[in-house]
């Protein structure tokens, strides 16, 4: 597996569209394209995606803007192979690319735990929805 920054000219839209519609709050199909036109169009946000076979299995989305701390905003792999470590390596492989030293996210219930075996230390923040908890999340990429 290898990962690649997002090209809108030499990768498939519509399989890139159906990876992030898994980590998107409100996936409607202009809130994608008006993502994916963010993540082309700003400097400080990059898309990167994982391959395989010439498939795309994952994307990961950052907001480097903070740099060295990079900001995880998009982080999603096909059901299909999830559990063969592709979460891991394309948080572990952007960072390198990008050189961030620091990763941070905010996610919910369900994630959390993936982020935990990925060494990230958690706490839990302020939920804006009732009954669904959040959770902020931060690793140091150098120790
Ligand atoms: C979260 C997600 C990106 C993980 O991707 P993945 O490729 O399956 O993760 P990895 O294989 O790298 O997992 C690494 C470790 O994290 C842990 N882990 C992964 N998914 C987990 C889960 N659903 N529950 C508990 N632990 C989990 C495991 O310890 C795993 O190691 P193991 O398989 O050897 O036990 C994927 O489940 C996904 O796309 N979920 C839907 C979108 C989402 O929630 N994105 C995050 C929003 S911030």
């Given at each position: 597996m290898?990962i690649?920054l997002?090209d809108?000219?030499?990768?498939?839209?519509?399989?890139v569209?159906?990876i992030?519609f898994m980590?998107?709050?409100?996936?409607?199909s202009?809130?994608l394209?008006s993502?994916?036109?963010?993540?082309?169009?700003?400097?400080?946000?990059s898309?990167?995606?994982?391959?395989e076979n010439n498939?795309?299995?994952?994307i990961i989305?950052?907001?480097?803007?903070?740099k060295?701390l990079?900001f995880?905003?998009?982080?999603?792999?096909?059901?299909?192979?999830?559990?063969?470590?592709?979460?891991g390596?394309l948080?572990n492989?952007?960072?390198?690319?990008?050189?961030?030293?620091i990763?941070e996210?905010e996610?919910?219930?369900d994630?959390?735990?993936f982020?935990i075996?990925?060494?990230?230390s958690?706490?839990?923040i302020?939920?804006?929805?009732p009954?669904?908890?959040?959770?902020?999340c931060?690793?140091?990429m150098?120790?």
């Amino acid at each position: 597996m290898y990962i690649e920054l997002f090209d809108i000219n030499r990768h498939d839209v519509h399989e890139v569209k159906e990876i992030l519609f898994m980590a998107t709050g409100n996936p409607t199909s202009e809130n994608l394209d008006s993502l994916l036109f963010e993540y082309y169009s700003n400097d400080n946000h990059s898309l990167f995606i994982c391959k395989e076979n010439n498939i795309i299995t994952g994307i990961i989305g950052i907001d480097c803007s903070g740099k060295p701390l990079g900001f995880i905003k998009h982080l999603a792999v096909l059901p299909e192979n999830r559990r063969r470590g592709i979460g891991g390596h394309l948080i572990n492989e952007t960072a390198k690319v990008l050189g961030l030293s620091i990763i941070e996210l905010e996610t919910d219930q369900d994630a959390v735990e993936f982020y935990i075996a990925c060494g990230f230390s958690s706490k839990e923040i302020k939920s804006k929805y009732p009954g669904i908890r959040r959770f902020r999340c931060v690793k140091n990429m150098i120790e």
